[in-house]
């Protein structure tokens, strides 16, 4: 009857009406496609994957370690990957395609996580219904591969000044320019929009602070004054992503690009279950150690290195000042303290890249990731001897569970002020300097090179 009776009324409509009509239905279904949570990619034949029994769970943090739903202490290592929103609105195979085959090629490098972080005027051009379509979809990846997400804002500057650095782009404006009413709005929507979703493991709150003067120049030499007014910006930020999603780890970074974490030791955050980002990349080290801007603080705090890597451009490995290659170092490091990682980044266009162009082969570098991940697959904390991941060698004879680590050294190749494996605090101070004298003249500024764009042709950097 009611086919019928749509049959009559259609013929009593005027052509030009009905038209409209049928326009208009069809740009709603179109507009429905386009907000669709799920890709349309997404259940295109594959051969199959099998998730853990396990995933997804919620994590916390408690003392120094990230615990998973079960209480055991879980070392996520893992990707980032350039601004999702910025490659899936360009899809473009020349800048790197954000679709089911990069979560894949991650999930097969053995990956437990992938950062994704999204430049402020991306989200800025984009709005909010397109970042989330995006966001969206990088979950429904995510879920189909068993990984989890870590989902930040990609800032370089100092908030509490107001101050960012100026990377200004044709299409887009200045890249990292960032208002906190902005960055307050935009930590709203994901609160909001993940909260419960356990692919969803961490928030990053701001990619890099870094003082800057007034000419927009990184400052040398920070002090504890400069990492409160940080930390109470942070926390600020925190509570408001604490009234939408009250449970989910915050991951707050370091001073100096995110490097610097040594005076979050004596004045950590105010808050509960914090996570702390460094980013030690080959030539970071130039004023502080190692041991002093995270190794030690890795001791009392959940550290995870959020961003590392080297290429001979930006970050040449002959920039690392400690012993041995960069490279073997900085894993041996990480593994030491329990620290987790995600590389930067799985791109052939964003530096220091993964891979090797739209083929998705790894460079060099690339492949030193995609082996260390390799080993140390399934997120336990890692030392020699532990017991491979499900369908890898003969299954571990105990539950899957992180084993107990015990205290004392681990024999590793030299590297420079490394604590020994995670014993039960407290923890003996880490031999060596303190720290390494500043230089005369200040920081140089970061090199980088614009992004493209839709009318810029210059590649992208971080």
Same mark, same amino acid.
């Given at each position: 009857?009611?086919?019928?009776?749509?049959?009559?009324?259609?013929?009593?409509?005027?052509?030009?009406?009905?038209?409209?009509?049928?326009?208009?239905?069809?740009?709603?279904?179109?507009?429905?496609?386009?907000?669709?949570?799920?890709?349309?990619?997404?259940?295109?034949?594959?051969?199959?994957?099998?998730?853990?029994?396990?995933?997804?769970?919620?994590?916390?943090?408690?003392?120094?370690?990230?615990?998973?739903?079960?209480?055991?202490?879980?070392?996520?290592? =893992?990707?980032?990957?350039?601004?999702?929103? /910025?490659?899936?609105?360009?899809?473009?195979?020349?800048?790197?395609?954000?679709?089911?085959?990069?979560?894949?090629?991650?999930?097969? /490098?053995?990956?437990?996580?992938?950062?994704?972080?999204?430049?402020?005027?991306?989200?800025?051009?984009?709005?909010?219904?397109?970042?989330?379509?995006?966001?969206? /979809?990088?979950?429904?990846?995510?879920?189909?591969?068993?990984?989890?997400?870590?989902?930040?804002?990609? @800032?370089?500057?100092?908030?509490?000044?107001?101050?960012?650095?100026?990377?200004?782009?044709?299409?887009?404006?200045?890249?990292?320019?960032?208002?906190?009413?902005?960055?307050?709005?935009?930590?709203?929507?994901?609160?909001?929009?993940?909260?419960?979703?356990?692919?969803?493991?961490?928030?990053?709150?701001?990619?890099?602070?870094?003082?800057?003067?007034?000419?927009?120049?990184?400052?040398?030499?920070?002090?504890?004054?400069?990492?409160?007014? /940080?930390?109470?910006?942070?926390?600020?930020?925190?509570?408001?992503?604490?009234?939408?999603?009250?449970?989910?780890?915050?991951?707050?970074?370091?001073?100096?690009?995110?490097?610097?974490?040594?005076?979050?030791?004596?004045?950590?955050?105010?808050?509960?279950?914090?996570?702390?980002?460094?980013?030690?990349?080959?030539?970071?080290?130039?004023?502080?150690?190692?041991?002093?801007?995270?190794?030690?603080?890795?001791?009392?705090?959940? #550290?995870?290195?959020?961003?590392?890597?080297?290429?001979?451009?930006?970050?040449?490995?002959?920039?690392?000042? =400690?012993? @041995?290659?960069?490279?073997?170092?900085?894993?041996?490091?990480?593994?030491?303290? =329990?620290?987790?990682?995600?590389?930067?980044?799985?791109?052939?266009?964003?530096?220091?890249?993964?891979?090797?162009?739209?083929?998705?082969?790894?460079?060099?570098?690339?492949? #030193?990731?995609?082996?260390?991940?390799?080993?140390?697959?399934? =997120?336990?904390?890692?030392?020699?001897?532990?017991?491979?991941?499900?369908?890898?060698?003969?299954?571990?004879?105990?539950?899957?569970?992180?084993?107990?680590?015990?205290?004392?050294?681990?024999?590793?190749?030299?590297?420079?002020?490394?604590?020994?494996?995670?014993?039960?605090?407290?923890?003996?101070?880490?031999?060596?300097?303190?720290?390494?004298?500043?230089? #005369?003249?200040?920081?140089?500024?970061?090199?980088?090179?614009?992004?493209?764009?839709?009318?810029?042709?210059?590649?992208?950097?971080?």
């Amino acid at each position: 009857m009611r086919q019928e009776e749509g049959r009559r009324l259609a013929g009593r409509m005027p052509e030009p009406v009905l038209g409209r009509a049928v326009a208009a239905l069809l740009v709603a279904l179109l507009a429905m496609a386009a907000c669709s949570r799920e890709p349309p990619d997404l259940n295109a034949p594959e051969p199959p994957w099998i998730l853990p029994a396990e995933y997804p769970q919620a994590f916390r943090v408690e003392g120094n370690r990230i615990l998973d739903g079960r209480g055991a202490p879980r070392v996520l290592r =893992g990707v980032a990957l350039p601004d999702p929103v /910025w490659l899936a609105t360009r899809d473009d195979a020349t800048l790197g395609r954000f679709d089911r085959a990069l979560f894949r090629e991650a999930a097969e /490098w053995r990956a437990d996580i992938v950062r994704l972080t999204i430049f402020p005027a991306s989200f800025r051009r984009h709005g909010e219904a397109e970042t989330l379509r995006v966001l969206d /979809w990088a979950v429904a990846y995510a879920r189909r591969y068993g990984l989890y997400l870590i989902i930040g804002l990609h @800032g370089i500057g100092f908030p509490p000044d107001g101050r960012h650095v100026s990377l200004h782009d044709p299409a887009y404006g200045d890249l990292y320019q960032v208002g906190d009413a902005e960055v307050r709005r935009f930590w709203r929507l994901l609160a909001r929009r993940y909260r419960g979703e356990r692919a969803v493991a961490f928030y990053e709150l701001f990619n890099e602070p870094v003082r800057l003067d007034a000419a927009g120049r990184p400052v040398a030499g920070d002090r504890m004054p400069d990492w409160l007014r /940080w930390r109470d910006w942070a926390e600020a930020l925190v509570d408001v992503v604490r009234e939408n999603d009250p449970a989910k780890p915050v991951i707050v970074g370091g001073l100096q690009f995110a490097y610097d974490l040594s005076f979050a030791r004596q004045a950590p955050l105010r808050r509960a279950n914090i996570v702390y980002a460094t980013h030690p990349y080959a030539d970071a080290d130039w004023q502080t150690a190692w041991a002093e801007a995270f190794l030690e603080p890795a001791r009392h705090l959940a #550290v995870f290195a959020t961003e590392f890597g080297w290429d001979e451009r930006r970050h040449p490995e002959s920039a690392y000042r =400690g012993e @041995g290659r960069y490279r073997e170092a900085v894993l041996a490091a990480f593994d030491r303290a =329990g620290i987790g990682w995600t590389a930067w980044a799985f791109s052939h266009s964003f530096p220091p890249t993964l891979l090797r162009g739209p083929d998705r082969r790894p460079t060099e570098y690339g492949e #030193v990731v995609r082996q260390a991940l390799a080993a140390r697959a399934g =997120g336990r904390p890692w030392l020699p001897g532990l017991p491979p991941r499900d369908g890898e060698g003969p299954p571990p004879a105990a539950p899957r569970t992180a084993p107990a680590l015990a205290p004392g050294p681990i024999p590793l190749p030299p590297t420079r002020a490394v604590p020994p494996a995670l014993p039960v605090l407290p923890l003996p101070p880490l031999p060596g300097p303190a720290r390494m004298p500043a230089p #005369v003249l200040p920081l140089p500024p970061r090199p980088v090179s614009p992004p493209t764009s839709p009318i810029a042709p210059p590649l992208p950097s971080r």
